[in-house]
């Protein structure tokens, strides 16, 4: 039996396929493979799906989501369904003890309180393996040995640019490093490449120029903004994209304030990578709801002005970026 917990689904994904290469043939696991969702998995069923004898193989695989997560700090509602169920995590702890031999369970959840009463329980029959995320220096650590383990090499500054630009998502860190190795051929990986490649280098300069437009740094915006012309983008794509991030702040903000979880959140707004939402949250604990709807409105009225030709796009992002970059109001 297995248990990992942690924030990194990555390097979870990464351990429960070392557990299914350990099971034996692959081919085995195609008929004798089961995933149960722990929100709503009730005890019986969990016992039968673990009890069932595998089909023409030595073992079969039970992996189960979001278990752990059902006995975290109770909602009022949850609350309710405990007090009708008091045996609850007992029968699902008595389940666990009577796992057949042939059966790899596997509980996987993300980051759960050392007070999770189930985890407590699990923690007595099995050793609980956590995958919190990883710091900066555990970052470029993974990526010189990504990159190494490859036989590819790469510069400090390359490995900098991919902290910074991509953040603990493995998810993208690991899709980008092996687009640069195969970019590179086996010449080393230089901070130019990352620069040229790497899909989040735009979305990190917007980012910035957001920040420094709510933060009032009027000479670093300005910078901001003549450097993403350099590198292409329109003034209606640069607008499109400064409104996008302002809703979606504003959206994660409005969400945060109730109660959604982070994964939640950016399934909601459809975002792709786990990189845009923790750079959403961080940006909504800053800036105030009516700070957004100011800006979000400023940036309708410029839309207009340059739909109609009143005002050339260039002109009218350098207009915009100096008006609210240069209002030095608290935001």
Known sequence: MHVLVGEDDYSIHEAIEEIKRGIGDPSGLLSNSTTLDGRTVTAEELQGACSTVPFLAEKRLVVVEGLLARYEEPSSERRKVREKEPSDIKKVVAAIRALPPFTELVLVDGAVKDGNPLLRELSTI???RTFPLLN????AQWVEGRV???GASISAQAVGSLVRLIGNDLWAMASEVDKLILY???????DADVKLLVSHAREESVFALVDAVLESRLTAAQEMLRRLFQ???SASQLLAMLARQVRIIFLTKEMLARGYPHLEIQTRLGLAQGFLVRKAVEQAGRYSQMRLRELFHRLLDIDMAMKTGRLE?????EILVTELAGDAKAY
């Open 148 to 150: 190494r383990q490859a």
């Open 184 to 190: 590179r051929g086996g010449r080393r990986i230089e």
């Open 231 to 233: 590198q292409g983008v």
């Open 126 to 128: 099995v050793k609980v």
């Open 136 to 139: 900066t220096t555990q970052l």
């Open 313 to 317: 796009g260039e002109l009218a992002m």
